[in-house]
């Protein structure tokens, strides 16, 4: 079943024909992630894009001093990797961390490119895919600029309904780029 979930999510950019979704599926293995696992640790190497099957992960990094800010969650059926490292052949400069029992599919950086060269169109796949993730960032660095805290975590609360109640308080913070204490005061005022 998680590979049917794969194939639908490519689908809706492009149209497969059964040699390559037979290739394409020839290029991903299953991995089972326990709640707190680590997929990625910054300076290792980033040789993996993974496909969210089952569960939720998130992506981080440390400042000098050890203080974590969130970059992303990724869901069921959403793509995650340090995109800028898995890319350009470099060490891992965040972490991806499970935030419960998960399932992904992950493809090598080396078949990817395999897949992209062999099959042309699955390029329009990976265009959308960062279009898709561009625009995400851009409104997410928009709303930083220009939001309250209030207003980034009501707008959390709608993008992620279903793991709001599975993260820390601290994870939440270091993605709204607030302290765990001012969105105490935050979540104090909405009751």
């Given at each position: 079943?998680?590979?049917?979930?794969?194939?639908?999510?490519?689908?809706?950019h492009?149209?497969?024909?059964?040699?390559?979704?037979?290739?394409?599926?020839?290029?991903?293995?299953?991995?089972?992630?326990?709640?707190?696992?680590?997929?990625?640790?910054?300076?290792?190497?980033?040789?993996?894009?993974?496909?969210?099957?089952?569960?939720?992960?998130?992506?981080?990094?440390?400042d000098?001093?050890?203080?974590?800010?969130?970059?992303?969650?990724?869901?069921?059926?959403?793509?995650?990797?340090?995109?800028?490292?898995?890319?350009?052949?470099?060490?891992?400069?965040?972490?991806?961390?499970?935030?419960?029992?998960?399932?992904?599919?992950?493809?090598?950086?080396?078949?990817?490119?395999?897949?992209?060269?062999?099959?042309?169109?699955?390029?329009?796949?990976?265009?959308?895919?960062?279009?898709?993730?561009?625009?995400?960032?851009?409104?997410?660095?928009?709303?930083?600029?220009?939001?309250?805290?209030?207003?980034?975590?009501?707008?959390?609360?709608?993008?992620?309904?279903?793991?709001?109640?599975?993260?820390?308080?601290?994870?939440?913070?270091?993605?709204?780029?607030?302290?765990?204490?001012f969105?105490?005061?935050?979540?104090?005022?909405?009751?």
């Amino acid at each position: 079943m998680p590979f049917a979930n794969l194939l639908k999510n490519i689908q809706k950019h492009v149209n497969l024909n059964a040699e390559e979704e037979a290739y394409l599926l020839s290029l991903f293995s299953e991995k089972a992630v326990d709640k707190k696992e680590m997929l990625l640790h910054e300076g290792q190497p980033c040789h993996y894009f993974y496909f969210v099957y089952k569960g939720a992960l998130r992506s981080y990094c440390l400042d000098k001093q050890g203080k974590e800010s969130t970059i992303m969650f990724a869901l069921q059926n959403w793509w995650i990797t340090d995109m800028f490292c898995f890319l350009n052949d470099k060490p891992a400069i965040m972490f991806i961390e499970a935030l419960q029992d998960s399932v992904v599919l992950q493809i090598h950086k080396k078949s990817l490119d395999n897949l992209l060269l062999k099959y042309p169109k699955f390029e329009k796949w990976f265009r959308v895919l960062m279009q898709n993730a561009y625009t995400r960032e851009q409104l997410r660095v928009i709303d930083n600029l220009t939001l309250s805290a209030e207003e980034k975590y009501d707008k959390f609360l709608a993008k992620y309904p279903l793991i709001v109640n599975e993260i820390t308080q601290k994870q939440l913070a270091s993605y709204l780029g607030i302290t765990p204490e001012f969105l105490s005061v935050i979540r104090k005022n909405k009751l």
